[in-house]
């Protein structure tokens, strides 16, 4: 059970390194400061509706999943099991060996930027974002495929999605936390995360997505008798 959980949180650290969720969290902060004005209602609103909305949607998918398993008499044995992390494995590799544009990278979509002073509105915001993160996440969607498939499934299983999507928003809840603070050594941390994430988050993916698809493929070569 804890090296299932250390692998779900490792995945929720790969979802982490998401630029846009730092990079709105960051405008919504230096516009709050620029009009005088509080950045914590409406950077909390746009992480508050990516985590309801990535929860509500690993759940349902977890529920769906179990749905159809149980509908289709479905086993999954070793063989299903290896080749799949084989397939995931071949999947990650190609998304790590994928280099994106310097210019796409961390970009702001214009809706956002004139959405930073409304909380209201940018709860909305960050519930599209997820809404958009959820299904095209493959971190995400191989945890909650590791999750809907173990036998037994934990009976606290989606506090376990809750955490993992909590996880991944730590990077954009740590610069809301900074920027409210008014020490020099809390403003040096915030201004140095968001700056790392700038320049280092996209290339992490990339490695991590790498790491992890050669773990998986190795894994499932290592059981090649069962294939």
């Known amino acids: 059970m804890l090296i299932f959980l250390l692998a779900l949180a490792g995945f929720a650290i790969l979802d982490s390194l998401h630029v846009l969720n730092v990079g709105i969290t960051a405008a919504v902060v230096v516009d709050s400061r620029l009009s005088r004005r509080s950045p914590i209602p409406g950077a909390l609103s746009f992480i508050a509706g990516i985590f309801v909305v990535t929860t509500a949607f690993g759940i349902c998918t977890v529920l769906g999943l179990s749905f159809l398993t149980d509908l289709v008499d479905f086993d999954i044995t070793p063989t299903v099991r290896y080749w799949a992390e084989l397939v995931v494995g071949a999947v990650l590799l190609v998304l790590g060996g994928i280099r994106l ?77 900074t920027s409210t603070r008014r020490s020099a050594r809390a403003q040096r941390f915030y201004r140095a995360l968001v700056r790392m994430l700038g320049r280092f988050g996209p290339m992490s993916i990339r490695v991590l997505f790498l790491i992890f698809g050669a773990v998986l493929i190795a894994d499932g070569l290592r059981n090649y008798s069962s294939l």
């Open 101 to 177: 544009p310097g210019s796409a990278v961390g970009a702001i979509p214009p809706w956002a930027v004139e959405a930073r002073r409304r909380p209201l509105l940018l709860g909305l915001v960050g519930a599209g974002v997820g809404l958009g993160q959820a299904p095209t996440a493959v971190p995400y969607l191989a945890a909650l495929a590791m999750l809907s498939v173990r036998e037994p499934r934990p009976a606290l299983w989606p506090l376990i999605v809750s955490a993992y999507c909590l996880i991944a928003l730590l990077p954009p809840i740590l610069v809301l936390l």
